[in-house]
């Protein structure tokens, strides 16, 4: 018995001749690849969501770490793929586990303060009675707010009250222990993908050639780059804003800051939402009587949501994978319904490619698919 070959590059092998397969024999050849892409979808499926993880980031990370290749070529086979997985490691896994933890308290905490309201509701506020039309936004607050049955009204279809049991506790436990188990999957997902990038990158190019032709590796490597620009834009400059943001909220003294600095980072990604955020936490400091706090929250809350928006999104993005307000919104909305939590990239990342391949069809940017010259003339003959 002989030894099985090595693999060589994607696209080496070439059949000298076509294969002589009837129609019968290709309709089953057909049958059958679906019927095992299929059943390899089901196996995979409860790691789809670590797998995609993993292909993102690498996207994400493919750039720079082409860069360090360059500079250090002896490393690429485990220590630039390790140091870069450490990288993710430390700067978004352990931030983000941190700020899980800080959301189950903040949570718990809310919860308790939930059901003591329904008993007892919610006082109105010190300062509500110094600020402009403060009598009658004060009256207001007493009727909705400052009565369980006012409390009852408002919580009618927000279903059974929020409580915390043994298995809840369980349940919690038991969904942590999978996430670990998934962002394990990620990181070795994301370690592989940086170290066999370059042939799996070609192993793409190949089977789009075969399969689109020329024009179909040009689209997919523009779809590439939307993506990176999207998901850099959107989740780093997000991740950033809602980190710093965070710590400047539990510096002024705002309660819950871990949920709200979440809240700013979901919403930086939909344009204006930040502002809503800082908006919403400035809100709080006030009610709480912390006007300076406020005060100093808005301004440079405000400033680093205009910075980031104005100057350091559009670097991320380009201006090829800038999107609407609408079709940002509906992505992130539409993602994450469909998708669950890594729907907040694919959503935005899918409208992106999708809008290029439109601009590029109408011949609005330049690109594989825009119109032959002598199509375009005859259709605007036909036109006038």
């Known amino acids: 018995m002989h030894d099985e070959p090595h693999a060589a590059r994607p696209g080496t092998w070439i059949s000298p001749k076509p294969h002589a397969w009837r129609r019968e024999q290709r309709i089953a050849a057909l049958v059958a690849i679906a019927l095992l892409a299929l059943a390899g979808w089901w196996t995979l499926r409860p790691f789809l969501h670590a797998l995609g993880w993993g292909g993102i980031f690498a996207v994400s990370l493919w750039p720079l770490y082409q860069r360090c290749v360059r500079r250090w070529p002896r490393g690429q086979s485990v220590a630039l793929p390790a140091a870069f997985t450490l990288f993710i490691l430390l700067i978004f896994v352990i931030p983000l586990v941190m ?77 942590l222990a999978h996430r670990l188990l998934l962002v394990g999957f990620m990181l070795m997902t994301l370690f592989f993908l940086l170290r066999d990038g370059q042939s799996v990158a070609q192993a793409m190019r190949v089977a789009t050639r075969r399969a689109f032709g020329l024009p179909g590796e040009n689209v997919a490597d523009q779809a590439v780059l939307a993506i990176r620009g999207t998901v850099n834009g959107l989740v780093i400059v997000g991740f950033g804003e809602g980190l710093i943001l965070g710590v400047i909220y539990g510096l002024a003294g705002a309660s819950h800051a871990a949920l709200l600095g979440l809240l700013t980072g979901l919403l930086s990604a939909i344009p204006f939402g930040a502002t809503v955020a800082v908006v919403v936490a400035a809100a709080i400091l006030v009610a709480g009587g912390k006007l300076w706090a406020a005060a100093i929250v808005a301004v440079i809350g405000l400033a680093l949501v205009f910075i980031a928006d104005h100057f350091v999104r559009p670097v991320f993005i380009g201006g090829s994978t800038r999107l609407p307000f609408i079709w940002v919104l509906l992505g992130i909305l539409g993602g994450v319904e469909g998708w669950g939590l890594i729907g907040l990239v694919m959503g935005p990342a899918v409208m992106a490619v999708l809008m290029l391949l439109w601009r590029e069809w109408i011949g609005a940017v330049k690109g594989p698919l825009n119109p032959v010259r002598g199509e375009s003339a005859a259709a605007e003959r036909a036109e006038s």
Request: proline residues 6%; aromatic residues 6%; hydrophobic residues 45%.
């Open 99 to 175: 700020v899980a933890n800080a959301v189950f308290h903040d949570t718990i905490s809310l919860a308790q303060w939930l059901a003591v309201a329904r008993v007892q509701g919610v006082p109105v506020p010190e300062v509500l009675h110094h600020l402009p039309y403060g009598e009658q936004a004060a009256a207001w607050w007493q009727s909705a707010l400052g009565t369980p049955e006012g409390i009852s009204r408002l919580s009618q279809h927000a279903g059974p009250s929020s409580g915390l049991s043994l298995g809840t506790g369980e349940k919690i436990l038991g969904g």
